[in-house]
């Protein structure tokens, strides 16, 4: 794991340079080609070669690099071939693990002699490594833990990790042409990550989730050991169960992808919609299937956000905005709402309203039950998408809901996955009778 400044800059730096040089040779042979089977060719190519540049940097840098990889291999699943998803969905699992020197180096750091020996048949192999941590197995008293260990020098090249990618996208936009201002977002990003490092501020929402579904049965959450738990090291039970990426490619029944597809819409409606407190990490490895097929371990609770009741009525006026389908009303608000700018042209301000419209598709009566993997849906909402993102000018990201957005579009990619036809209007009635 790079941990030098310069060393991390100058790993991104390379690798921006040779997706660019990538692209630029696809589009060389695109244009000497002569079929369009040739074309097709180069681009699968082109996409495979530049998401494997990707997922090896950023998997070996680990960190905010890491992380802004995981927020691309799930907005870009609509717009890659399947076979580049594949290879930067890596971001979303395993990572490279660090020497296990290293983690006991922290643990001695953070815990002490007593803590350290409190760690029974601390196991050296970890049980998941991700971007700013691995997880180790480990008994304490007998019962058995994991202990999640943040990688030395994370915290500190969040600061400096943003402010290179901020400098890639500047030059982009740059040569683009585009007038957006990205600073808000990349803030944002910024100040999110530092929350996510602070392992006492998890462990706070972890206890914050378990007694606010305490009496919830379709979710375990792990317990806290507080003495063995600092601001780099977080001691937690360890909770059985096969990943949710694994126990939908063993193909289950219908019945059962519905259970838990259902218990995950009905759990981002109370985060949201209820409580105001979002888990924003929808990773599938943060989602444990227990044997009895209806029970899911919920793990990782560094990214939960807090939204404050002004917001989320704002946001519940929002949608009441775009399900009455006037095109002047929904880009009224998305400026009100700073989703757009009060700059951009025609062409993009009626884009906006077709892309709200079509992003209300799956909730309307006459579409129920809504069906997740409807192909011409996904290629209407994906062509209106890339046409509206063309379009713009002046609009950055809305930092507000670049977090809570990854939450929503994961959960749309779960479902997706679970190839499931559900009824959405209770949901809808749900979320705007606030």
Known sequence: ?????????????????????????????????????????????????????????????????MKAGQLLSLDATEFLPPEANAILSKLQGQAEPVDFAVVRGVLERELGPAGL??????????????????????TVDGRPVAIKVQ???????????????????????????????LEQVFEELRATLHLEADYLRERHYLERFSALLANDERFVLPRAYAELSTKRVLTMSWEEGMPLGGWIAEGQTYAARELLGRALLDLYCLEFFTWGVVQTDPNYGNFLVRPDGRTMVLLDFGATVEYDDVFRQRYIELLRTVARGVPSEIVDAGIAFDL????????????????????????????????????DYAVRSRDVGFAFARSLRYSPPPRRLLFLHRKLGGL???????????????????????
Request: without cysteine; aromatic residues 6%; positive net charge.
């Open 1 to 65: 794991m790079e941990t030098d400044r310069w060393g991390r800059s100058k790993t991104v730096l390379a690798m921006a340079a040779g997706i660019a040089s990538k692209e630029l040779k696809h589009r060389l042979r695109a244009g000497l080609s002569a079929t369009a089977e040739r074309v097709a060719s180069s681009e699968l190519k082109t996409r495979i070669e530049q998401a494997t540049l990707m997922a090896e940097s950023l998997g070996r840098l680990k960190g905010a690099f």
């Open 117 to 138: 020996a409190a760690l029974v048949e601390l196991d050296e192999r970890p049980a998941a490594s991700a971007s700013i941590g691995q997880v180790h197995r480990a």
């Open 151 to 181: 990688y030395p020098g994370i915290a500190e090249s969040i600061d400096s990790d943003i402010a290179t990618l901020a400098k890639l996208g500047s030059g982009w936009l740059t040569i683009s042409r585009r007038q957006i201002e």
């Open 412 to 434: 749309l990619q779960l479902l997706r996955r679970l190839d499931l036809r559900l009824d959405l209007v209770p949901y809808w009635e749900r979320m705007v009778s606030g």
């Open 340 to 375: 757009l700018d009060a700059r951009e042209p025609a062409e993009a301000r009626e884009l906006f309203a077709a892309m709200m419209k079509s992003s209300m598709e799956p909730f309307e009566a006459r579409h129920q039950p809504f069906y997740f993997r409807d192909a």
